[in-house]
């Protein structure tokens, strides 16, 4: 290592020592010398007439001061110091960037044939030196001049101001965003494009222009990014009566792109992935995914641009809070049990293990290296859970009106988390100061749950109890303040209502202590509790229920999540007892009474399609390897897949008739459409492992109409590891090979596929003609999938696995550290495997530590793992 990178702590948070009000920046693109001009007007605040600018792979041209060229200034490591300046001056600055060197797509590169930008986190400071920090707001006013024949279309934020044509062929746009923004919401565009238009009224009548720029000939996969777009616009009119502030709204898919997507003002930049759609290229997940990241970086504009960030500390100020805003609009727009049971198998998945992992941190990060690498399933998703915990404290109605007040108090600012409770307490009179706790303590609670009936006293009694493990990042830990939702039934599926001290009360009891007894009174039988309904909090439930008891809930709860939650703690316990007996030797084994209940769901007639399939959807080998302190990754993958093969031949006739019944001969993208699909295909799933399922699959692989029946049938062939694969694949590849975007499905196959030569196949895909390590949509979908979805082969005893992921990794170090940073994850868990495999892990993150250019996103994880 050069010089090991350093640490920041929120607690140093300190002002900046300057101001900057406005910005006229100048971009001259060129593929590899592209010349920024940035003027900028500065304020000093402090005493010190020093100014300390952020700058990374910059070639400096000249600066200047009030016109003036200045030379009282340093180049020092990750910047530029300037000294001796007056109060108040105007500051040029000329830099050189090559945008086509840029292959960590971050700052301003070239995505395909344009030009594009990514500026989140500190992106920005690879384009000009710079205040590069989010409490840094001011207006800008954008210049961008490129060829015209090559870049038609030159794109910034806010409104276009003026353009015109140069000498040699080029042309130029200026743009001016009269909204002030930290330097993060900055973008750029240049390319040539197909254009999407359409039109929005927001409800106090300011007419929006809405354009989507996709790569020529794609104009025909975009029509659903635009409905989702509108209905955004309306929905968060609606339900948050927030309107949109600029008069054109624009999104742009690039095919290179290291996230999701980004919420620039005015100018969205998208992965194609969640902009590109039509039922021959897209499934129904894919649709729903752009459904929810348009809403989300859509939502973004008011929770993140108009109040933004102080330091990036408070990263979940934003992203929790939008990612609650989105669920809520996906919720609201399609079946909010099924969207709840999607996010929260997130929680109790990915997120549970990273709590568990040397990467453990609360949701607003004590201590950060490299900020990449916070952008986190727990600031993101267990952040939005600490909002719908909020949420379901103050009832809609309050929520809304801390909303408003934090608005009201920080608009146009940078804000902290702090602000936001505030607010919402402020608002409300709801206490939230125990509450605060979930922001700044890490880890995962268990709440253990023990009742009593006393028949005498028809009483019932819940002794709730709670604790939190040490994590790596933290040792001692609190008690939280948890909002814990419950009801009580009858034997025959009444709802109890809840009475405690002689007055009726709500579902939700508010657990404080480490231990507390909540004590219902007029119990007239011995009650089955429903616990955590809707997961009211992100917490692992301990409750000893019986089989009976969840049968019970399966069928008779009152609230969907509860059906389905009750069916997946039926199937943890045998999945448990199963693994312990292979390990003992012993036969796989599953009572009738499960099956039964299963049956029972399958032939519901009241529960929706969409639920059903949730229901009859196994935990996954991952939120499987999460409970256990020590994984035997064989024992729950043999467990698993036997659990399915059981329940596939016992169940087979009720598959097979949903499977022909839910048959839809024209394609829709409905919600009902959708769940039918589901089912069918969970049924599918099912059949794959019963005698006809060869057959069946290929049919249907053959006869599909649409994206979603044609994955579907192949990865049935690829997890049942069928017959027909091989054409399965071979076809699809054949068909598709042009289209990288479609390719990733076939990638994502290959990556997960359960063969023993799985590993040796992926290394020649490598060749693929549509397969590229510059492109981080293929190594997530190929890699990727091999490191986190194929449990069995990637830790191969061989170790192979462990070596194909070291060379990978060493190679993206250098050429993209951020999609190198999110592939390693995996194995910074090495030390929950047996020894064998922990040394053989240990010896590839040794190697890494190992390299002298090694990028602060490894490192950080790197040494964490090597050192906890
Ligand atoms: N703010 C973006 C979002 O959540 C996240 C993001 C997009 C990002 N691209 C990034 C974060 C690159 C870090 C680096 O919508
Ligand atoms: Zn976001």
Avoid at 638 to 665: G, M, W
Avoid at 766 to 780: A, C, G, V, Y
Wanted: charged content about 25%.
């Amino acid at each position: 290592m050069a010089q090991t990178p350093q640490a920041k702590y929120r607690k140093d948070y300190t002002p900046p020592s300057h101001t900057i009000s406005s910005i006229d920046l100048v971009f001259d693109l060129y593929d590899n010398n592209t010349k920024v001009t940035a003027v900028s007007k500065v304020t000093q605040l402090e005493q010190d007439n020093v100014l300390h600018l952020d700058g990374e792979h910059l070639k400096l041209t000249s600066i200047e001061v009030n016109e003036e060229k200045w030379t009282r200034f340093e180049q020092v490591e990750g910047g530029i110091v300037i000294s001796g300046l007056p109060q108040e001056f105007e500051l040029k600055v000329v830099t050189e960037i090559d945008p086509e060197a840029n292959t960590a797509l971050e700052g301003l590169y070239k995505s395909g044939g344009a030009f594009c930008t990514q500026c989140e986190a500190e992106g920005f400071r690879r384009i000009t030196y710079y205040l590069d920090r989010p409490d840094v707001l001011a207006k800008y006013t954008t210049k961008v001049i490129a060829d015209k024949t090559q870049y038609p279309y030159l794109l910034s934020n806010g409104n276009r101001i003026a353009e015109g044509v140069l000498e040699n062929g080029r042309h130029w746009v200026q743009w001016q965003d009269p909204h002030p923004k930290p330097a993060y919401l900055f973008a750029l565009v240049a390319g040539d494009f197909d254009v999407l238009r359409d039109k929005y009224v927001t409800k106090s009548g300011r007419n929006v222009e809405l354009e989507i720029f996709v790569d020529k000939g794609n104009l025909d996969r975009a029509s659903h990014a635009m409905t989702s777009l509108i209905n955004s616009m309306k929905w968060d009119e609606e339900r948050f009566d927030l309107e949109y502030d600029l008069d054109i709204y624009m999104i742009v898919a690039v095919d290179f792109f290291n996230m999701g997507a980004m919420e620039n003002k005015g100018l969205n930049i998208f992965n194609s992935k969640f902009v590109l759609a039509n039922e021959q290229t897209a499934t129904d997940t894919d649709y729903l995914g752009i459904e929810a990241v348009i809403g989300h970086e859509y939502f973004h504009n008011w929770t993140g641009n108009r109040v933004t960030c102080r330091d990036w500390f408070q990263l979940s100020l934003k992203e929790g809070l939008t990612v609650f805003r989105d669920q809520e609009f996906s919720s609201d727009l399609g079946s909010r049990a099924v969207n709840r049971i999607n996010n929260v198998r997130i929680i109790r998945g990915p997120q549970f293990a990273e709590d568990a992992s040397p990467m453990s941190h609360p949701i607003r990060p004590e201590k950060v290296i490299e900020m990449n690498n916070f952008y986190t399933l727990t600031v993101y998703e267990k952040g939005s859970e600490v909002i719908r915990m909020m949420h379901t404290l103050l009832g809609e109605e309050a929520f809304q009106k801390g909303m408003k007040l934090y608005f009201q108090r920080h608009d146009g600012t940078a804000a902290t988390c702090e602000d936001f409770v505030a607010a919402m307490e402020d608002a409300s009179g709801v206490d939230l100061k125990q509450f605060r706790l979930w922001y700044s303590q890490s880890g995962t609670p268990t709440v253990s749950i023990e009742s009593e009936y006393n028949s005498e006293k028809q009483t019932y009694s819940l002794v709730v109890s709670q604790s939190t493990e040490a994590t790596h990042d933290q040792q001692d830990k609190q008690p939280l303040h948890i909002p814990l939702d419950i009801e009580l039934y009858t034997n025959n599926g009444q709802v109890i209502e809840l009475q405690c001290n002689g007055v009726r009360v709500g579902n939700i009891l508010n657990v404080t202590e480490e231990k507390q007894t909540f004590v219902f009174e007029n119990v007239t039988e011995n009650p089955i509790p429903s616990l955590l309904r809707d997961f009211s909090a992100p917490v692992i439930l301990e409750y000893d229920y019986s089989d009976d008891e969840l049968a019970f809930l399966m069928t008779q709860a009152k609230n969907d999540f509860s059906r389905w939650d009750a069916g997946q703690t039926l199937l943890a316990k045998y999945i448990r007892s199963n693994v312990t007996a292979v390990q003992g030797n012993k036969d796989i084994t599953l009572p009738p009474s499960l099956i039964d209940a299963f049956r029972g769901v399958l032939l519901s007639e009241t529960l929706e399609p969409a639920l059903i399939a949730e229901v009859m959807t196994l935990p996954s080998h991952n939120e499987v390897s999460g409970w256990y302190n020590r994984v035997d990754v064989d024992a729950i993958a043999k467990v698993l897949k036997a659990i399915k093969v059981k329940l596939a031949n016992a169940l087979e006739d009720e598959f097979s008739s949903l499977y022909h019944t839910l048959q839809q001969a024209q394609y829709s993208i409905t919600h009902q459409a959708i769940g039918m699909r589901s089912l069918r295909n969970t049924a599918l799933s099912y059949l794959a492992y019963t005698d006809n399922g060869n057959q069946l699959i290929n049919s249907q692989y053959f006869s599909a109409n649409n994206m979603t029946d044609t994955i579907a049938a192949m990865s049935s062939a690829n997890s049942a590891q069928l017959e027909c694969r091989e054409t399965l694949m071979a076809d699809y590849s054949e068909k598709w090979k042009h289209d990288g975007l479609v390719m990733d499905k076939w990638f994502a196959l290959q990556g997960s596929n359960p063969a023993d030569n799985a590993l040796e196949v992926i290394k020649s895909t490598m060749d693929h003609e549509s397969f590229s390590l510059k492109n981080p949509n293929r190594i997530r979908n190929l890699i990727g999938s091999f490191l986190n979805m194929n449990p069995v082969q990637f830790h191969a005893k061989s170790g192979e696995g462990y070596l194909f992921a070291g060379k990978i990794l060493k190679e993206l170090n250098t050429s993209n550290p951020q999609v190198a940073s999110r592939l390693i994850d995996p194995l910074l868990k090495f030390r929950k495997y047996d020894e064998t495999r922990q040394s053989m892990i240990k010896v590839e993150l040794e190697k890494l530590r190992a390299m002298d250019n090694l990028a602060n996103d490894l490192f950080e994880k790197v040494s964490k793992a090597l050192d906890s």
